[in-house]
DNA sequence: GTAGGGTTAG
């Protein structure tokens, strides 16, 4: 006897079901309850006849933290029995996954969760420090959490805390500091370590100091420059104008021994003559290709599907190279769809907009915070304001918070409406959202508020005030 | 998915 109602003789079986639920809720269900009796009655939920696997857990775990289910997820984990060993990996995904939601303090507290065994290696405090630089944490921060977790940097976490300098300082000289200090205190660089550097001249605009480093990296230290290198330095080429310099550039990296079939540095190149409108060139890249026997990569795919939305304002042409990507066995992915959906916008589509991203699940792409940005931009541009409340609720319902430009003309529209209730349900969901400025309810305050509800407004925005 | 780039916001 099997089906639905069977449900799971063992962890072996959970753990395969687990996986094959594409739903992290239905796969939350399961796992809570793995047999018919505890799916009845949730109090008087039996323990299942097995001993859960840590792999159940694993799995559970990473998909209620791609889904953002986080309190879902820290009741696994609390469930979680430190007899299992759980190991280093999972604590990692869960520190990354608080990092990718922007929450630094939630990734912290994951740093030191009770259910993983001390000590912590190099390897969790590189994740929790990149974790903390995605939430834009400065560098004396990550400096500080680096010191107090007596933990042995490597050149990974020297690696990171460059990019937080750079990011943090906008001055490279500070990344130049920190790789000082590696080579005093004898950690040896490596090709990551260069290209960190390479990229950081190159986004400061300095690119013959980018070079230099290409330069040194070869002859000083053997260490070949590798396809992140090249990238970064045509992209920067191709900012300049230089494109020629690029393809050249482009031709030292293939020609290179090493087998680089990377195909991302042919995405820059791409891009770079779509935006010179020589589409054609485009093609003849293309082809260099795949006489090459260098697969064409997401990102190529990627940058034609912009080329043809935002350079030749080509919406079919954009879906057909769409359908190519398909066909080539290439994924589309979000920044595929957000393309779409922000050229669609900008053509006034707004309603085929939202039918794509309506269609994404389906299509096996969950839609992101840049998807219903744009999306909500979009509609708000055109007036349609309606449906914008419509997309509103659904992605502050799922975390995200939607653009500046976006909220002003949405809660310039609700004011115009002259509607204190829907105002003051906009701004509360604003602000679970984390997106309520001064300026919003100040302009709000100096509105609509000429009505028996405004007491009640002037209350509320007080409340938010001092929260 | 412990680190760097390339395609979408900013």
Redo the contacts with the bound molecule.
């Keep these: 006897m099997s089906g639905a109602t069977a449900k799971f003789s063992s962890s072996y079986h959970l753990a395969a079901a687990l996986r094959r639920e594409p739903d992290p809720a239905a796969a939350l269900r399961l796992f809570l309850s793995p047999t018919p009796t505890a799916a009845a009655g949730p109090s008087s939920s039996p323990a299942p006849p097995f001993r859960y696997s840590l792999r159940c857990y694993d799995i559970i775990v990473?998909k209620l933290?791609?889904a953002r289910l986080f309190p879902a997820m820290e009741s696994v984990l609390a469930r979680l029995p430190s007899s299992l060993r759980p190991r280093e990996?999972l604590l990692?995904?869960v520190i990354?996954?608080y990092g990718r939601a922007r929450l630094p303090a939630a990734a912290r507290r994951a740093f030191a969760h009770p259910a993983f065994p001390a000590p912590r290696t190099?390897?969790a405090l590189?994740?929790l420090l990149?974790a903390l630089l995605a939430c834009r944490a400065p560098l004396p921060e990550l400096l500080s959490e680096c010191r107090g977790s007596g933990i042995h940097p490597?050149?990974?976490?020297y690696?990171?805390l460059m990019?937080a300098a750079v990011a943090d300082s906008g001055s490279v000289d500070n990344a130049c500091l920190l790789f000082d200090e590696m080579l005093q205190r004898g950690i040896a660089p490596?090709?990551?370590?260069f290209?960190?550097l390479v990229?950081a001249f190159c986004e400061a605009g300095r690119l013959e100091e980018a070079f230099k480093v290409k330069e040194v990296m070869s002859l000083q230290y053997n260490i070949r420059p590798?396809?992140?290198?090249y990238?970064?330095l045509m992209?920067a080429l191709c900012e300049k104008g230089k494109v020629d310099d690029a393809h050249r550039l482009k031709e030292e990296m293939v020609s290179n021994s090493e087998p680089l079939v990377?195909?991302?540095?042919y995405?820059?190149l791409a891009?770079a003559l779509f935006r010179l409108g020589k589409k054609g060139e485009v093609v003849s890249l293309l082809e260099e290709m795949k006489e090459k026997g260098i697969k064409v990569?997401?990102?190529v795919h990627?940058?034609m599907i912009?080329g043809f939305c935002?350079d030749e304002g080509d919406l079919d042409a954009a879906f057909a190279a769409l359908d190519d990507m398909q066909k080539g066995g290439c994924k589309p992915?979000?920044?595929?769809y957000?393309?779409l959906v922000?050229g669609l916008c900008k053509m006034g589509r707004w309603r085929d907009a939202s039918e794509l991203v309506e269609d994404m699940p389906r299509r096996g792409c969950r839609p992101d915070?840049?998807t219903y940005?744009?999306l909500f931009?979009g509609i708000c541009d055109a007036g349609g304001f309606s449906e914008a409340r419509r997309v509103f609720n659904e992605m502050v319902f799922k975390g995200f918070a939607p653009?500046k430009?976006g909220v002003r003309k949405f809660v310039g529209w609700i004011e115009r409406e002259g509607d204190a209730a829907s105002l003051e349900s906009v701004l509360c969901q604003l602000a679970s959202v984390n997106a309520l400025e001064s300026s919003e309810w100040e302009k709000a305050m100096s509105g609509v508020l000429h009505d028996p509800a405004e007491q009640k407004i002037v209350k509320l925005l007080d409340n938010l005030s001092l929260a």
């Design positions: 990473c933290a791609a990996p990692c995904r990354s996954a190099a390897r590189n994740t990149h490597d050149a990974c976490t690696n990171i990019r490596t090709v990551v370590t290209g960190t990229t590798n396809a992140h290198v990238a970064s992209k990377d195909s991302g540095a995405a820059t891009r990569g997401r990102e990627n940058s912009a935002e992915d979000s920044v595929s957000n393309t922000g915070v840049v940005r744009r931009d653009s430009d």
